[in-house]
């Protein structure tokens, strides 16, 4: 017996967050390859995390401009 006492209201709305981060994750498929691709092919530690910084920044703009984010976000 676990002691986590969620709502439903607190499941729901966590499977509305999951749901929502699938299908951004979906969304960027090709995206996410091009940085793979990307990733392996650099060598220096500093150009990796450049590299991931610039794609999380552009996750992060498109999630906070994204109507379905904002919708959920309260």
Known sequence: MNNFNFSDQD???????????????DSKENVLQ???????????????????????????REITSDINWKSNSN
């Open 11 to 25: 499941l729901c709305k966590q499977h509305l967050i999951n749901y929502h981060v699938k299908l951004f994750l």
């Open 34 to 60: 091009k940085l793979i691709d990307k990733f392996s092919h650099l060598s220096v530690a500093e150009e990796k995390m450049h590299l991931i910084e610039l794609f999380l920044e552009d996750c992060c």
